[in-house]
């Protein structure tokens, strides 16, 4: 089991920055591949970032693609959003999720997910 838990959310005006984190814990963190999603109010959740466990690599969204930089911190067993040149267009829940094996880019309803943080984005 892994339990995931989201921090950072808040309120910012159209053009800020906001970094959000995602605490792990049951399970080695390094072994797990890290994503951020995202939904937004009527609307399907979506993908937003995800880093690999083994080299790190990194895949975005076209939509933020340029503006968030997902990392991690193995010592911490934390991984992090950073969002900035934000739109009202951002405003979401933001999911956490994790996964191991080698499929590091897709990520499934039975894989492992937080509660979410609210993002909101005034213009």
């Known amino acids: 089991q892994v339990q995931l838990v989201e921090s950072g959310g808040g309120l910012v005006q159209a053009g800020g920055s906001l970094r959000l984190s995602c605490a792990a814990s049951g399970r080695t963190f390094s072994s797990l591949n890290m994503g951020w999603f995202r939904q937004a109010p009527g609307k399907e959740r979506e993908f937003v970032a995800v880093i690999s466990w083994s080299v790190g690599s990194t895949y975005y969204a076209d939509s933020v693609k340029g503006r968030f930089t997902i990392s991690r911190d193995n010592a911490k067993n934390t991984v992090y959003l950073q969002m900035n040149s934000l739109k009202p267009e951002d405003t979401a829940v933001y999911y956490c999720?994790?996964?191991?094996?080698?499929?590091?880019?897709?990520?499934?309803?039975?894989?492992?997910w937080g509660q979410g943080t609210q993002v909101t984005v005034s213009s």
């Open positions: 999720a994790a996964r191991g094996g080698l499929n590091w880019r897709t990520f499934y309803n039975d894989d492992y």
